[in-house]
């Protein structure tokens, strides 16, 4: 099927237009991004993500309601895969100082009704464990067993057959689960995950990847300089940086601004942008490969006319192939669930801008370029 057959129109002479809605899109993420600034995920600033699954579908807003001041500061609390799961993140890497000690009675009161009256002592704690020593080596199994089958993270000090110690993990994810068992209690669930990123490995993470965003563009910079001259390369990789900043903008604009839609930054938005970076150069390099061709046909005529041309020649090809991914991206977005919204977010505007910016950026700087410096570009 083919659109825009006998499409003619300037769009080299809607540059300056466009200069100006790219220069404006540009100064108000920057400004945003200087008074607002950024809300990184637990990837990039550590903290504690739990994910659990109860037996019947729970309602987000109680869950919320009943965690929100247990001690932990800022929760995040969304629903995860469906009515059945939460996700709840904390920036708490520890129980606080002051919640440990309920903890450990928590953890006691299980070992008593499990074990009443058993002989128990703690030996060691640290700040998310705590250690017990028992009588004998097969009551320490048998209560290793139970505050397993309990959903406690418990364990044997050692391998040693006289060992008589277990350790027991005091973590963030017990503490919910206390709270939540006494608040909720017609609706059973398990703790899926826990995933703890301390503050050190989050800044790791985040150095790379600015770096391997940073080294892909210099990538495609070198390989396009190869496969068509430098100018097309410089202008296709400004385009790109055009995208990813135009995008990440957007990020620190509507945050918090749509129900709904949580646009941290953390990992899955990194590999949002990667995925968004490919897309954007592959449909760059469709509209260059067509320039290149008709300066091979049409050597006297203005370069201005050509990239019209050309332009217009892949239109066809550039709104089919948008518009279907668009479609699949926004029924991501609507009905992907929480998880991935933020994914399809950066997707969906992300592919509206790169498309505008093989248009409307890439080719109009190679034509600055040919005019500015008078050169006539040959290949």
């Given at each position: 099927?083919?659109?825009?057959?006998?499409?003619?129109?300037?769009?080299?002479?809607?540059?300056?237009?466009?200069?100006?809605?790219?220069?404006?899109?540009?100064?108000?993420?920057?400004?945003?991004?200087?008074?607002?600034?950024?809300?990184?995920?637990?990837?990039?600033?550590?903290?504690?993500?739990?994910?659990?699954q109860f037996d019947n579908a729970v309602d987000i807003g109680t869950v919320r309601n009943d965690v929100e001041n247990i001690g932990l500061g800022n929760m995040e609390v969304k629903t995860f895969g469906g009515e059945t799961g939460v996700m709840i993140r904390t920036e708490e890497q520890v129980i606080p100082t002051n919640i440990f000690p309920v903890v450990v009675k928590y953890i006691d009161s299980e070992i008593d009704k499990k074990f009443p009256g058993l002989a128990k002592q703690i030996v060691d704690s640290t700040a998310n464990s705590v250690t017990?020593?028992?009588?004998?080596?097969d009551t320490t199994d048998d209560v290793i067993d139970a505050l397993f089958e309990a959903g406690f993270q418990s364990g044997r000090v050692s391998e040693e057959p006289d060992n008589n110690r277990m350790v027991v993990r005091a973590g963030i994810a017990d503490w919910i689960k206390e709270n939540l068992s006494q608040k909720i209690q017609n609706n059973n669930f398990i703790v899926l995950k826990e995933d703890i990123v301390g503050p050190k490995i989050g800044e790791e993470l985040k150095r790379d990847a600015v770096l391997a965003i940073f080294f892909a563009l210099i990538v495609i910079l070198v390989y396009l300089g190869f496969r068509f001259k430098f100018i097309f390369a410089f202008g296709a990789v400004t385009a790109l940086f055009h995208d990813?900043?135009?995008?990440?903008?957007?990020?620190?604009?509507?945050?918090?601004?749509?129900?709904?839609?949580?646009?941290?930054i953390d990992i899955t938005i990194v590999a949002a942008f990667m995925t968004l970076i490919g897309y954007s150069i592959?449909?760059?390099?469709?509209?260059?490969?067509?320039?290149?061709?008709?300066?091979?046909?049409?050597?006297?005529?203005?370069i201005n006319e050509i990239i019209n041309t050309s332009i217009s020649q892949t239109m066809s090809r550039t709104v089919l192939t948008g518009g279907t991914t668009l479609m699949t991206v926004f029924v991501l977005l609507i009905f992907g669930g929480e998880v991935l919204r933020a994914f399809a977010f950066t997707l969906f505007f992300g592919i509206i801008i790169g498309t505008y910016?093989?248009?409307?950026?890439?080719?109009?700087?190679?034509y600055e370029y040919a005019i500015k410096y008078k050169k006539k570009l040959e290949f």
């Open positions: 099927m083919r659109i825009f057959e006998n499409l003619n129109y300037d769009f080299i002479g809607k540059k300056n237009i466009a200069y100006i809605l790219s220069i404006g899109f540009f100064l108000l993420g920057i400004i945003s991004a200087l008074i607002r600034g950024f809300e990184f995920g637990i990837d990039f600033k550590g903290g504690t993500e739990i994910v659990l017990y020593e028992f009588t004998n080596k990813t900043l135009i995008t990440l903008g957007l990020f620190s604009l509507l945050y918090g601004m749509i129900p709904g839609l949580n646009l941290e592959n449909d760059t390099v469709i509209v260059f490969d067509r320039i290149r061709e008709n300066i091979k046909i049409h050597k006297t005529k203005p910016s093989s248009i409307f950026v890439a080719s109009a700087l190679v």
